[in-house]
């Protein structure tokens, strides 16, 4: 194979796809990958061993997009920048994440820290939300630091908050020496109808039903908060707000 399809490939390959969704740029990088993909099939240079690699690739970055980011929340709309609330995030911690590193993690006091009594072993974390006058969405800011032997931003990320974090827009690799990695958190500002708003990402068995009995909210609380029509959509893995009358 030439230096320059060997070129072509790797430009294509080290775009950050980890950072792009269903949008323009996805499409354009389908449709590059697709020209050089069909440029080399009548190609000399070009076996049936290779194209058919080629054809793999493609229908791997294709399948990846649909199935792994496509789904992945995305921070709520805001119009006024000035706007800061309190708000929480529901967060069920892994086996190795300790209370002093969950604090590291959401950049939190002790007493920021809920822990939910009824057996579902969640965190409610307190935090402020304000609307990033850049994105124009509702966030919350903190910093993640690479404890272990380190790892693609975007994996440390998706793996540490499981949901809970906007996706950086990198893929290089963070090492433990200097492995500092500024965050933006989901949350949202009440309307002014309840107190505040609650961030939780959908889990195996959680109904609009079951919901509102656990937190002791209406449905159609939770439904109007988060313009669902229909009860029975919920996606694992989509991020919607509970809305709390007391914190």
């Given at each position: 194979m030439?230096?320059?399809?060997?070129?072509?490939?790797?430009?294509l390959?080290?775009?950050?796809?980890?950072s792009?969704?269903?949008?323009?740029?996805?499409?354009?990088?389908?449709?590059?990958?697709?020209?050089?993909?069909?440029?080399?099939?009548?190609?000399?240079?070009?076996?049936?061993?290779?194209?058919?690699?080629?054809?793999?690739?493609?229908?791997?970055?294709?399948?990846?997009?649909?199935?792994?980011?496509?789904?992945?929340?995305?921070p709520?709309?805001?119009?006024?920048?000035?706007r800061?609330?309190?708000?929480?995030?529901?967060?069920?911690?892994?086996?190795?994440?300790?209370?002093?590193?969950?604090?590291?993690?959401?950049?939190?006091?002790?007493?920021?820290?809920?822990?939910?009594d009824?057996?579902w072993?969640?965190?409610?974390?307190?935090?402020?939300?304000?609307?990033d006058?850049?994105?124009?969405k509702?966030?919350?800011?903190?910093?993640?630091?690479?404890k272990?032997?380190?790892?693609?931003?975007?994996?440390?990320?998706?793996?540490?908050?499981?949901?809970?974090?906007?996706?950086?827009?990198?893929?290089?690799?963070?090492?433990?020496?200097?492995?500092?990695?500024?965050?933006?958190?989901?949350?949202?500002?009440?309307?002014?109808?309840?107190?505040?708003?609650?961030?939780y990402?959908?889990?195996?068995?959680?109904?609009?039903?079951?919901l509102?009995?656990?937190?002791?909210?209406?449905?159609?609380?939770?439904?109007?908060v988060?313009?669902?029509?229909?009860?029975?959509?919920?996606?694992?893995?989509?991020?919607y707000?509970?809305p709390?009358?007391s914190?």
């Open positions: 030439s230096l320059f399809f060997h070129s072509k490939l790797l430009s390959i080290q775009v950050p796809l980890f792009l969704t269903l949008n323009s740029n996805f499409i354009t990088i389908y449709h590059r990958l697709k020209k050089l993909l069909f440029s080399f099939v009548s190609s000399e240079e070009m076996n049936l061993s290779m194209n058919h690699h080629l054809r793999l690739l493609l229908l791997h970055i294709i399948l990846f997009r649909l199935c792994c980011t496509s789904s992945y929340p995305t709520a709309n805001c119009t006024d920048t000035s800061v609330c309190t708000s929480f995030l529901a967060f069920k911690p892994k086996p190795n994440q300790t209370l002093a590193v969950i604090q590291s993690m959401f950049d939190v006091l002790p007493g920021e820290i809920t822990v939910e009824n057996g072993d969640y965190l409610f974390i307190r935090k402020n939300c304000s609307c006058a850049g994105m124009k509702f966030v919350s800011n903190t910093t993640l630091t690479v272990s032997n380190g790892g693609f931003v975007h994996d440390l990320v998706k793996e540490a908050y499981d949901g809970l974090a906007l996706l950086p827009n990198t893929t290089h690799w963070a090492r433990k020496d200097h492995g500092i990695i500024p965050l933006n958190l989901f949350c949202s500002c009440s309307s002014g109808l309840w107190n505040y708003l609650m961030s990402v959908i889990r195996d068995g959680d109904s609009v039903e079951s509102a009995s656990r937190f002791g909210v209406s449905m159609d609380s939770i439904e109007t988060n313009g669902i029509d229909n009860p029975g959509s919920f996606t694992v893995g989509s991020l707000y509970i709390l009358n914190g």
